[in-house]
Each structure stands twice: as C-alpha cells, then as structure tokens.
C-alpha cells in the first residue's frame, strides 16, 4: 500500500497558478503510476491528469490541457501538478492517486488503489 499526502492548496485569483505536491511513503510507489483528480461540491470526481512510472509518458483532460503539467521526481516519492492560467471552474478539492491503470483506463478513479485526503483549491474571480 503506498500513503500519499498532498500539499500547495490554497486560495488564487484567476489566471494566477499554484503547485500542488503529493508525497508518497510506502512500497512500490515508484513502480505505481500516479494521478491527480478533483471533486467540485455537488459534482462527481473527474480526471485531471495522470503520469506513467516511466515518467515518459502523461494524460491531461481536456480542460486542463495546456494550463497544467504534471510531472513526478522518483527519488523523492513526489508528484506535482503545476496549475497555470487558473479559472473560477477550477475550483476543487484535489486528490492525489497511486495506482497501475492500463493507458486506456488511466482517467478512471477505480483504477487508483491509493488516496490522499485531498487539498482545497479556490480560484476566485
């Protein structure tokens, strides 16, 4: 099982950008892919962006391509999402995911074993 927790939320104004992390403890993180997903209240929880073990390889929905990057650094456990050009709509609690999706399931929340608690971000207008 790996533990993650995630760090970097907070409050911006829009077009402003923020760095989420989320530090991993535990077995085969580094052999896990890893995601980051985001619940707005009264919505379902949806795919933001997913990175590969290889770190080669990375997924984006498509209302976060172009303004957020994810990227992980392996010998600190961390994954980040940098969020750049923020709107009000990006509004969100956002998780952080471990897990071994096959590339065609990689937006899907079961495929991830593993949670953080989430960290608020507000953009506000």
């Known amino acids: 099982q790996v533990q993650l927790a995630e760090s970097g939320g907070g409050l911006v104004q829009s077009g402003g950008s923020l760095r989420l992390s989320c530090a991993a403890s535990g077995r085969t993180f580094r052999n896990s892919g890893a995601a980051w997903f985001r619940q707005a209240p009264g919505k379902e929880r949806e795919f933001v962006a997913a990175i590969a073990v290889s770190n080669r390889n990375s997924y984006y929905s498509d209302s976060v391509k172009g303004r957020f990057t994810i990227s992980r650094d392996n010998a600190k456990n961390t994954v980040y999402l940098q969020m750049n050009s923020l709107k009000p709509e990006d509004t969100a609690i956002y998780y952080c995911?471990?897990?071994?999706?096959?590339?065609?399931?990689?937006?899907?929340?079961?495929?991830?074993?593993?949670w953080g608690q989430g960290t608020q971000v507000t953009v506000s207008s």
């Open positions: 995911a471990a897990g071994n999706p096959i590339v065609s399931a990689v937006r899907s929340p079961s495929m991830y074993a593993d």
